[in-house]
């Protein structure tokens, strides 16, 4: 049985894990959250002490980290994975984090003759939970085929963007929207609500016409339209404020860097900083909703 070390079992990290276990592989988990690993325990896999203990033998090596800093620590420093794992090892990092880290720890794991992907993904927590996702894959055609078993039993769409740090580039720009979308269906729905419409009338109407998006179909951010979503379970338990600004972050300093406008990313980055000062960064990213309430 193919031994996966599993890094980061948060939100989406955890129930990535616990379909793997599901799929029959010995999952060692390893998170600074006890409540995190015991969970995975109780779905079967194991818990680790540590990362490095979490990586002892292990074939395979999956990661979901907050950010770049803890990517480049957990591969690249001086107790780094990559000192300890076995050369034919498969690293799969599903965190996002700019492309520009995953850059640089690709190439130290293709020095070291590491197959690695940078592999972000798309569908929050309850794509997570359902196997869903969708993996936005940089790294060599063959080292995505060797990955391609693993990331099936975790998703439902896998594409490669390109080469290293081109999954990154694609999250960013995917996440760009989303933020936009957010904001913008937020303000929509806040004025139908604010004239007297039911949001969840509104809500069928507007998905069904040229309005239509993703928010509205998986994501409603008003509360109770769709019970299912972070909105109805007071914002808790889906995509932080605090994740979206970071994405942004990445995406503004990326189209920085290639002098492209971004200025409705701006204008996105602007509110969830504001929101965030206001209600603090721990909410689900719907909840950008309540900064167009006064009463908030």
């Known amino acids: 049985m193919t031994k996966i070390a599993f890094i980061g079992l948060g939100n989406m990290g955890g ?20 409540e995190a690993l015991d969970q995975l325990a109780q779905a079967g896999g194991s818990k680790a002490g540590s990362m490095r203990e979490a990586a002892q033998g292990a074939r395979v ?18 107790d780094g ?35 690695f992907i940078d592999a972000p993904v798309s569908g929050g927590t309850a794509g997570a939970a359902a196997g869903t996702l969708t993996f936005m894959v ?53 004025l139908g609500i604010d004239n007297g419409l039911d949001p969840a009338v509104l809500a069928e109407i507007m998905n069904k016409s040229s309005g239509g998006n993703w928010v509205l179909e998986k994501y409603n951010p008003v509360p109770g339209v769709m019970p299912e979503a972070p909105a109805s379970n007071g914002y808790q338990g889906g995509f932080m404020v605090g994740l979206m600004a970071k994405d942004l972050g990445l995406a503004l300093n990326t189209a920085a860097g290639s002098k492209t406008a971004t200025p409705m990313a701006s204008l996105a980055d602007n509110l969830y900083k504001m929101h965030a000062i206001r209600t603090g960064s721990t909410k689900d990213f719907s909840s950008i909703i309540q900064l167009y309430d006064p009463v908030n």
Request: hydrophobic residues 45%.
């Open 15 to 34: 129930p990535m894990a616990q379909n793997l276990v599901k799929a029959g592989y010995d999952v060692c988990g390893f998170d600074l959250v006890p």
């Open 61 to 78: 090596v999956i990661s979901m980290l907050p950010a770049g800093k803890h990517v480049e620590s957990l591969y690249l420093g001086d």
């Open 81 to 115: 994975l990559f000192n300890i794992i076995d050369r034919s090892s498969l690293v799969i990092d599903c965190s996002t984090i700019e492309a520009e880290v995953a850059k640089k720890v690709g190439e130290r794991a293709e020095e070291q003759g590491i197959s």
């Open 138 to 190: 940089g790294g060599s055609a063959g080292i995505v085929e060797q990955a391609r078993p693993y990331l099936e039993v975790m998703g439902q769409n896998i594409f490669h963007a390109g080469g290293a740090g081109a999954g990154q580039l694609a999250k960013i720009c995917n996440n760009m929207l989303l933020a936009v979308l957010m904001t913008g269906t937020s303000e929509a729905l806040k």
